[in-house]
């Protein structure tokens, strides 16, 4: 076994993991779970990481509690289950709704406590919630390590890592002198920060000079909001789930309240009352419309069948380059229609003219976009509403243009009204047909990218995902039409554009031609896009300075098989792993909804019994280095 401290007269393996969130905690999980088959004795597991274990630092308690979750309870889970095509045993444990009908309430937060006794199945938690139930994962990960083990919480970051293949490894910890030293180390580091590119650099500048107010991209939950005033004129770019954030933090956060409209519609609901701190916020982006709202129903019909079409391992048979536009999202595009007409069908067969099964035979014949794809569409299913068009879907108002702003909010009112009310009525179930389906293509996906293949992709797939399958909750987006209605926000349009003008920011969009807006704020509602050349990580950094990793497209390359850190020479290090959505075998979901083969989840089993395997092998220190 690897040298390191001594127990009952054998050498115990120390691993040191960089990061402490719930990526983290899966890990720890699955070596727990292997270790019985792989690994004969205790490990010594060092947690470097400034934010709480387990949750880390999205979900950290310390935060507003105003900010929820954007998924039910029912579908959030830290586990792995019958679904996980994994080497290592599966081992079921409780979803947030059943951890939340069971757990106890001692030492818990009353305000979490109180919300844990309301919370139902169909419920979207608070993250404070959802900390509890990560910081509980973490501590029965840690329990199912093997007997004798023990873990070291450092509250701190990881600044440098030193040691070859063949040496154990150092790790420099920011508040102190000696290093940790293990025989390996796994780089669990999550979402990152990034240095500003040079337009943010610009306009950060050309606000400070003129006394504006500039907020680059950033985790909405970590940006100082003090700086914008009641009242001032902001514009807003972006309307995802950073928006929906900064929204709820400069209205509900600052004093205003939401109050229910009896007997109102759909869009109507609520009525907002303005605490008088609240800026007005002036909102536009690249399709101009939010977020799609979260399904609150279930399936009507027939229960999701595995990936059919878009199978990676068909696509990665195939020599050469994968080149995304070309040969993946054709086949993408046909899973989810699938999956949506699958639904169409056994759901609301008063909506089609044929069986699903006649249905479906042909429609595995076709090409997507093929013109007898769209002739069996127009054949079988009579009402264009009901047939899926992802061009449509992306860009919902592409060429409409209006000719007053109160004409385009009029409009985005009643559009933003007609998703809250499709998204919350089981009678468009077809559409978490496709969101099911969109998960399973998410998932065959991380293996194509993991093959080191795939070329083409320049985001537009993780934010269409994002757009159509990770919105806000409905009642979320009821405020957000709330919120107009108080003037508190406007909508600008599709394709906003912002200038610096005679010191202001000026703003305006393709929807309304010739309106513009004159603000002295500038908020970038959206995360911060990491790309390893500007990381802002002191680790990652100081570990590209001495070419000991190396970028794919901005992505830290590791190891398609096992996930280890490849060097710039192209050689992975033994010693040394990484996983997270910043690496080329990128998974960005830490946890998942159940019965769907998380791929975050396959990845922790391959890299712990990677890592079991090698400290097993009883690898020789050549030298500390």
């Known amino acids: 076994m690897a040298a390191g401290r001594h127990h009952g007269g054998g050498a115990v393996s120390t691993v040191v993991v960089v990061g402490a969130g719930p990526r983290a905690s899966g890990l720890l999980e699955r070596m727990g779970a292997n270790a019985p088959e792989l690994l004969a004795g205790p490990v010594e ?8 274990p387990g949750a880390g630092r999205v979900w950290r308690h310390e935060q507003s509690p105003l900010l929820r979750m954007n998924s039910m309870a029912e579908d959030v889970t830290a586990f792995t289950d019958e679904s996980v095509r994994c080497a290592g045993p599966v081992r079921p444990g409780p979803s947030l709704a059943q951890w939340a009908a069971d757990v106890p309430a001692v030492g818990l937060d009353p305000a979490v406590r109180a919300e844990l006794a309301a919370l139902e199945p169909t419920s979207f938690p608070s993250r404070r919630v959802q900390s509890a139930y990560l910081k509980w994962f973490h501590e029965r990960a840690v329990a199912g ?3 004798g083990s023990s873990v070291h919480v450092h509250a701190t970051k990881a600044v440098r890592l030193t040691g070859s293949s063949r040496q154990r490894q150092r790790v420099w910890l920011a508040d102190r002198t000696e290093p940790l030293v293990a025989d390996v180390v796994v780089l669990a580091l ?9 337009e943010h650099r610009w306009l950060a500048a050309y606000a400070e000079e003129h006394g504006l107010t500039y907020l680059p991209p950033g985790y909405t939950a970590d940006v100082d909001l003090s700086a914008v005033r009641p009242g001032e004129d902001v514009v807003v770019r972006g309307m995802g789930l950073a928006f929906i954030d900064l929204v709820v ?10 109050v229910p409209v009896p007997g109102a519609g759909v ?16 909102v536009g982006s690249r399709r101009g419309v939010p977020y799609h709202s979260k399904t609150g129903y279930r399936l009507v019909g027939a229960p999701p069948e595995p990936p059919r079409f878009f199978v990676a391992p068909a696509l990665t048979a195939v020599p050469g380059g994968i080149d995304f536009r070309a040969h993946a999202w054709p086949l993408m595009a046909k899973e989810v229609a699938y999956g949506y007409y699958r639904e169409l069908f056994t759901g609301h067969p008063d909506r089609v003219r044929t069986g699903w099964d006649e249905f479906s035979a042909r429609f595995a014949e076709l090409d997507w976009y093929s013109e007898d794809m769209r002739a069996l569409e127009r054949a079988a299913v009579p009402r264009e509403a009901d047939r899926i068009d992802f061009e449509r879907l992306d860009r919902p108002i592409d060429g409409r243009v209006f000719g007053t702003p109160e004409a385009f909010q009029a409009f985005l009112a009643e559009y933003v009204a007609a998703d809250v009310a499709r998204r919350s009525s089981a009678e468009h179930s077809a559409d978490l047909g496709a969101f099911l389906a969109l998960l399973g293509v998410y998932g065959q996906l991380a293996v194509v990218a993991a093959s080191g293949r795939l070329t083409g992709e320049d985001g537009w797939w993780h934010g269409f995902f994002s757009y159509f399958a990770s919105g806000p909750p409905p009642d979320r987006l009821e405020e957000l039409l709330a919120l107009a209605r108080a003037g508190v926000v406007s909508f600008l349009g599709a394709d906003v554009r912002v200038a610096a003008v005679d010191g202001l920011f000026v703003a305006g969009s393709a929807s309304v031609p010739g309106h513009e807006v004159r ?36 992505l830290v390359r590791v190891d398609a098989s096992d996930s280890r850190l490849v060097d710039a020479a192209g050689v992975p290090h033994a010693r040394r792993f990484a996983v997270g959505p910043y690496t080329t075998n990128k998974a960005y979901a830490a ?3 159940p019965r769907t083969d998380n791929p975050a989840f396959r990845q922790n089993d391959q890299v712990a019994r990677a890592v079991l395997n090698f400290l097993a092998a009883g690898a020789v220190d050549e030298s500390v280095a």
């Open 145 to 147: 390590l093997p007997p």
């Open 249 to 258: 933090l400069l209205g509900e956060g600052r004093g205003g309240a939401f």
């Open 267 to 282: 869009g109507e609901r609520l009525a907002y009352v303005p605490s008088g701190r609240e800026p007005r916020l002036h």
């Open 190 to 198: 999550g979402h990152l920060d990034a240095e500003p590119v040079p």
């Open 591 to 593: 946890f998942a909804r």
């Open 519 to 554: 603000a002295r704020g500038l908020i970038e509602a959206r995360l911060p896009t990491h790309a390893l050349e500007r990381t802002a990580d002191p680790l990652l950094r100081s570990l590209a300075a001495a070419g000991d990793v190396t970028g794919v497209d901005g």
């Open 45 to 52: 597991v060092h947690l470097v990481d400034p934010f709480p």
